[in-house]
């Protein structure tokens, strides 16, 4: 049986979405348990008549962390909370995984910290998937800024692990891997990404070259590597843009007469479509590649949608044993 | 009478759309004169009957540095290019500013090594004027990627240069200038990032402190300061999603059957609304910060308008006497 840890008290639904996820996910995964942790009455309460204790376990926790909390202090001094005590559950092996909605810096640190890093890889990073223009494509960014600070060889082994996602659990075959950088040549970038590139070249990853930040969206890469610095910028500035332009066409729909308001009734399915192939939640959760265990953040504002998404995703994650992969292809190294 | 030199063969639209914007604007501008730099029989024959020579001059070259060419090599070995002879004539002090559409690292590359740096001013950036959410804001973002490598130091001067910008040709008082970093927190980036927080804190600039990524398009600072890798990256993920969402909208929107077309008849005042209130174009070109006169860059994709708003743009910064403010603002220093 896989066991997935959930932190059931992060983020804004906690927790009726996380319970309403792994209500609607349980018959599926019929080979996996469900460890939620939190205040236990509530969430018995919530389970109502679908406790079902063989495939799901209730944890009582005394304290959650805040959005806000500075993450190291906050794993330090909240070990009695759902996420610590979560982590603390797969660290002495009584889980396999890790989801959570909460914190994402207090996450990062349960994971180095808690669960700890595989040998061989110096630094984790932090990796969604994002859809691209066409509806059947999709790319994995790493690393969107679980380090402030980087270095090529950091990034050479996000590259790689990223790479393995795709293919095991995106089924992408010989994933087309690029580099984020300020310009399509081979000597493009600063000193951090001439020697990124310099690794990716000489590695065995599919690696195309350089991709700049307006071609990420249009699925040229199945995998980009990046800097945590600038691939958060880049992420936070995609999310900012597509935010501010949806609300934009609302807002113009809504104020330009009658007859404007007539024809955004009868464009509601194509703007139903556009918001489907833009919705990351089928993708699952920013998976959290480097640690011993995975560890997966589901967005702080998400419904059950997303969260029964990325239930699903690290029970294919243990199914393909992709940290097993990882240990084995790194340690040697 | 304030001059402008303008590389007339740049961009795909050249010389057509640079001679239409000339025309349309120098009526308005009526202290100002134009140098075309490009093909001279062909700028005379689309001039026509207005080629009035008290106003356009016409300085024949024979080559154009192509968009691919490597910059630096581009402008040493075509000194006889559009681009390099009007930047000459801004260094003989025959023309106050330089305007083009071609390759912008060439331009960047002639902006230096032909036209030269203000004293105080260790590298020069590169600022476009972006839209925010609300109509009537905008903001001023530098460097977007002129300096792969950055200091502190470049991004405080950035941010002063850019803060006179914003307060002389935008005529925003007391401008608040941001840091593009990964987090709100005082202590957030890496080393870069946390040196120029310290020297923008310490500095007698408006600063608002960190901004991020999906807070740039909404008008939270009227100048952001970032490195120009991570603002080059910005940038081009801004633009990138808009076209991919826009296209996706219209895509949605012709395949979705006949009521759905009729919808989007309906709607096109509202999308035209929306187009607008994204243009750049009204605020002119990038300008490239630092230099001991303005050298602007317009989009090698624009038509006359956004051309049209750079030379207004560019006779505001002549009349502001923006060069001679950093001259004595940053000599002493």
């Known amino acids: 049986m896989k066991r997935i840890a959930i932190d059931a008290m992060g983020g804004e639904n906690a927790p009726e979405a996380i319970i309403e996820a792994v209500l609607k996910v349980k018959d599926e995964l019929s080979q996996t348990q469900f460890i939620l942790f939190g205040d236990a009455d509530l969430i018995r309460q919530k389970l109502g008549n679908n406790y079902d204790q063989k495939r799901i376990q209730v944890v009582a926790t005394q304290s959650i962390i805040g959005d806000e909390e500075e993450p190291v202090k906050a794993i330090r001094s909240k070990k009695d909370s759902s996420m610590v005590q979560a982590a603390q559950f797969v660290k002495a092996g009584k ?18 910290f808690i669960i700890g890093r595989i ?33 090529p ?52 990853l599919h690696f195309i070259g350089n991709i700049e930040g307006n071609e990420l969206m249009i699925g040229k890469a199945d995998v980009v590597v990046t800097d ?50 833009y919705d990351t939640a089928r993708y699952g959760g920013a998976v959290f590649l480097g640690l011993k265990a995975p560890v997966v953040k589901t967005h702080g504002r998400s419904d059950w949608c997303p969260i029964y998404y990325t239930l699903k995703q690290i029970d294919t994650i243990l199914d393909e044993e992709l940290i097993k992969i990882f240990t084995e292809e790194f340690a040697q190294k």
Chains 1, 2 share one sequence.
């Open 119 to 151: 040998k061989g890889i110096p630094r984790p990073g932090l990796m969604p998937t994002l859809p691209a223009k066409d509806y059947h494509h999709a790319f994995d960014i790493i690393d969107v800024g679980a380090n402030a600070q980087s270095k």
């Open 153 to 204: 060889e950091y990034l050479l082994k996000w590259a790689q692990m990223a790479s393995f996602y795709a293919s095991k659990i995106r089924k992408i075959e010989n994933p087309r891997v690029a580099l984020l950088n300020n310009g399509a040549e081979s000597d493009k970038g600063d000193d951090l990404h001439q020697g990124a590139y310099n690794l990716l070249q000489d590695s065995n």
């Open 228 to 277: 945590g610095f600038t691939g958060n910028a880049a992420l936070k500035s995609i999310e900012g843009m597509a935010s501010v332009l949806l609300h934009s066409l609302k807002d113009s729909l809504l104020h330009n007469g009658l007859l404007t308001k007539l024809g955004a009734a009868l464009i509601k399915k194509a703007v139903a479509d556009l918001r489907a192939k």
């Open 95 to 112: 889980a396999d995984a890790l989801l959570s909605l909460g914190n994402t810096g207090a996450l990062l640190a349960s994971g180095i």
